[in-house]
């Protein structure tokens, strides 16, 4: 198989930064591409690391093959609902728009379980929409990860996001058949769903947490 150009944007957040470790190790990418708005504590044979600022992004600069876009914030640090969908809404779209007119063949999009267009939950909405138009521009293949509270690392302390994941964990193992989706996830779990979705025959559109987490095991049972 001939090896494939990857291009990451949101490498500095939970899933991206494991979802970038994967990249680098795996064996159908000999480049990897990073969009960042700041330098990256890693250098890597594979690894080409591009300062951007994502309001000025014209073009990708060259062809790439699988797009993984894990960008994402929240309201509190976007500052208000007009920035947080400029990064989870207006960033993935133009990203993909550039991968259609480049010839990008997948879009991997990190959204959220309960993503809804017609939502009520502002939240919500943005990753529904966010959904429907990436799904709209026609790219041959976008798969949209819909994972649930997340576990892992974080660089920055958010004292309500500790306690979902504090609740997550207690009652998980009550969420069975159709709850098993709401179960908490690692953020590892995410991203090696998202190189397995790229690299196998996954059907496109969303996937669910419960849905994630079992590609995640194909993934780590392939190696």
Do not use: W
């Amino acid at each position: 198989m001939m090896a494939k150009h990857a291009l990451l944007a949101g490498a500095s957040g939970l899933v991206g930064e494991r979802c970038l470790a994967r990249l680098l190790d795996h064996a159908a990418y000999d480049r990897v591409t990073v969009f960042s708005r700041r330098p990256l504590a890693l250098s890597h044979a594979k690894l080409r690391v591009e300062l951007v600022d994502f309001n000025g992004i014209q073009a990708l600069g060259e062809r790439c093959d699988d797009i993984f876009c894990c960008l994402g914030t929240t309201i509190k640090t976007a500052g208000s609902q007009q920035a947080f969908r400029r990064v989870d809404h207006d960033y993935p779209l133009m990203l993909a728009e550039l991968g259609k007119v480049e010839g990008a063949r997948q879009f991997v999009l990190v959204s959220a379980l309960g993503a809804d267009a017609q939502s009520r939950v502002f939240y919500s909405r943005v990753k529904g929409e966010t959904e429907r138009d990436i799904a709209a521009i026609g790219l041959p293949k976008v798969v949209f990860m819909r994972p649930s509270i997340l576990l892992g690392e974080r660089h920055q302390r958010r004292p309500a996001e500790r306690a979902g994941i504090f609740l997550g964990k207690l009652i998980a193992p009550l969420l069975l058949g159709r709850l098993r989706k709401y179960r908490p996830i690692h953020a590892d779990e995410v991203a090696a769903a998202m190189l397995y979705a790229a690299n196998h025959e996954v059907r496109p559109g969303p996937i669910d947490s419960d849905e994630i987490a079992r590609l995640a095991q194909q993934e780590d049972a392939g190696k």
